[in-house]
């Protein structure tokens, strides 16, 4: 908001004016509007006023609502004094000069200010001065200050000073406007840039809070920002259960899942959004016991967490001096409790899609364990069984019995397959790291492969650096090679050609098993790595199958600080999978 010069001189209401008192009063408005201090345009004003107007003494007023602010006072002799007192606009009411300067939006001149009506300081002051001109400064049609100028010797301001008068209050007017104007951005553009900076700090600590991973690390962190943003010594933060709230952090640990009683103010309070601030004399919320850890604090600011108008917890601030909580502050806690809340409330619901995980692969264990074991026996005594334990076979009861053998070894890998997901989803497989040779795994699995492949005379290839080594947990290496060799044993629809190959990728080896068989279409080739899920195909649903060994083997992988991809894939031409582990030093 800065002044223009050439706006001041083109309101100058000064025509046919004597040349000299135009130049002066020109230079004095290029000169006031030249600053935009209002103290250093009212000590101009008064300084160059005191001397155009040939006055002994200027003195400058504001007009702010219905009092009137004495800022300084200019003697000729050269001093300048600041004054800063406010009157009543009544302390005026005695001086008609004033009030017809007032009233009238016009200099007023043509006598003395009286002596006995004015102020006890002003009194004094007053008794030496002859003859006043008060000079409303005026803008917007509103006066907004006054410049009292006072001649001390028998010289009477005439009708001869009205026009610069004039001028000069005009020009004092608008400059004082304008300094005032421009002082109040600054503060508007400084309370603005206040704002910004607490929401990049809100911002800062949002994205600081959110890179930790675990609840009590995300929650301490939050306390520690919003403590130093508001000058807290102590924190807390809480959930609240009915009436009462359950601690879930504070910066030391100390006073965890403790359970305190409501105050009812801190409850009405929280429940219509607002922050409450407590004196130590009004918090008694302590439970028993606990009285010792509110102790060292006077004063006490607690916010509620709210998450879709629902009030979820609290966050409490504490202090150990007297005075209040800045404003400022407290408006900046809002933003910590908004984050808070949603931490809160993430952390709950991650919580508890964990649980229901943990119960579901609980009890997915449980049922397979006991699946396993009839099986285990049920096979046990058909081998027996085939194996003559119990006398000669008729021919088609032998028949009846290898097909129930070889179903029943189905329903055992099945169950295999099922306790390794839901050991893999409770977090109990933890891979046994140690350098594992690419050829020895790859040669393994092709072995075990060997029966099946004969079967359907399958031609595998192994191709590739052999002597590549990895860091990975061998049995797992073998269970997913298993998977993947099987795979494209299983989804061909001619003797299937396979190749295995392995090559070093940066830090990683990757292993690739390719084939010549049936295809994934575009559409399955997106859901085929998710659990219980098979391909489309009438190839592939003819065929048995779980639809876990790519979810699992995946699993696997990535437990092995590895991934497993499908490379390529087209429908009637084949499949590649690309599997990577970290590779060992040589
Ligand atoms: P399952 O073999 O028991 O169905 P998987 O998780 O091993 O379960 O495989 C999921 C699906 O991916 C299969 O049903 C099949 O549609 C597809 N698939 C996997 N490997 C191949 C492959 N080599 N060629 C064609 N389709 C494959």
């Known amino acids: ?30 000169d006031v509007a030249g600053s935009l201090d209002p103290r250093e345009v009212i000590a101009r004003i008064l300084e160059r006023g005191t001397h155009a107007v040939q006055a002994d003494r200027g003195t400058l007023s504001s007009l702010v609502d219905d009092h009137i602010v004495v ?15 406010r009157y009543s606009l009544d302390y005026f009411e005695g001086q008609p000069l004033v009030k017809k300067a007032i009233e009238s939006l016009q200099p007023a001149f043509g006598g003395r200010l009286a002596p006995d009506t004015a102020a006890p300081e002003f009194r004094q002051a007053l008794a030496n001065v002859r003859h006043v001109a008060v000079l409303p400064l005026v803008h917007g049609g509103k006066v907004i200050g006054m410049l009292v100028f006072s001649r001390y010797e028998e010289k009477p301001f005439t009708e001869d000073d009205r026009a610069p008068l004039t001028l000069l209050s005009a020009i004092s007017g608008l400059a004082l406007r304008n300094a005032r104007l421009y002082e109040e951005g600054e503060a508007a553009r400084q309370r603005a840039d206040e704002t910004a900076a607490r929401l990049r700090a809100a911002v800062d600590a949002a994205e600081d809070v959110a890179s930790q991973l675990r609840l009590d690390q995300v929650l301490g962190r939050l306390l520690e920002r919003a403590s130093a943003s508001v000058g807290a010594d102590g924190a807390s933060l809480a959930r609240l259960e009915g009436s009462e709230m359950v601690i879930e952090s504070t910066p030391t640990g100390e006073l965890v899942g403790t359970r305190w009683p409501l105050m009812p103010r801190v409850l009405a309070g929280v429940t219509s959004g607002r922050a409450v601030e407590l004196s130590a004399a009004e918090y008694t919320g302590a439970p028993p016991g606990m009285e010792s850890a509110v102790q060292p604090y006077r004063r006490f600011l607690v916010a509620p967490l709210a998450v879709g108008g629902e009030t979820i917890g609290l966050l409490a601030m504490a202090k150990g001096g007297d005075e209040p909580f800045d404003p400022a502050a407290v408006q900046s806690l809002q933003q910590f409790s908004t984050l808070g809340a949603l931490l809160l409330r993430n952390a709950r619901l991650i919580e508890q899609t964990r649980e229901a995980e943990q119960a579901k692969s609980e009890f997915m264990s449980i049922a397979v364990h006991e699946l396993r074991a009839p099986l285990t026996v049920t096979g046990g005594y058909l081998s027996m069984a085939l194996e003559g334990a119990f006398g000669e076979l008729p021919k088609s009861l032998r028949n009846v019995l290898e097909t129930a053998q070889r179903k029943t070894e189905e329903a055992k890998s099945i169950a295999n397959e099922l306790l390794t997901v839901a050991r893999l989803e409770g977090k109990a497989l933890t891979p046994t790291v140690s350098r594992v040779l690419v050829r020895d795994a790859v040669t393994r699995a092709v072995a075990r492969a060997r029966p099946r492949a004969e079967l359907v005379r399958a031609s595998v290839q192994i191709a590739g650096d052999a002597d590549l080594a990895i860091l990975a947990d061998e049995a797992m290496v073998g269970k997913i090679l298993d998977n993947l060799l099987n795979n494209a044993l299983t989804y061909a629809d001619r003797p299937p050609t ?89």
């Open 71 to 85: 800022e300084a006072t200019y003697g000729r002799a050269g001093e300048l004094t600041w004054v800063g007192q």
């Open 498 to 586: 396979i190749q295995v190959g392995a090559q070093v990728e940066g830090r990683q080896v990757s292993l690739t098993v390719a084939d010549d068989g049936i295809g994934i279409s575009v559409q399955d080739q997106r859901r085929i790595f998710q659990r219980f899920t098979r391909g489309t195909d009438r190839l592939v649903t003819d065929k048995p199958g779980t639809g876990l060994g790519l979810y699992l083997s995946r699993g696997l992988a990535e437990q092995m600080g590895g991934s497993l991809q499908l490379q390529s894939s087209q429908a009637g031409k084949g499949s590649t999978f690309v599997l990577r582990l970290p590779a060992a030093g040589s």
């Open 1 to 30: 908001m800065a002044p223009e010069p050439a706006a001041v001189i083109a309101r100058s209401p000064l025509q046919g004016q004597p040349q000299e008192d135009v130049g002066e009063l020109v230079q004095m408005a290029l």
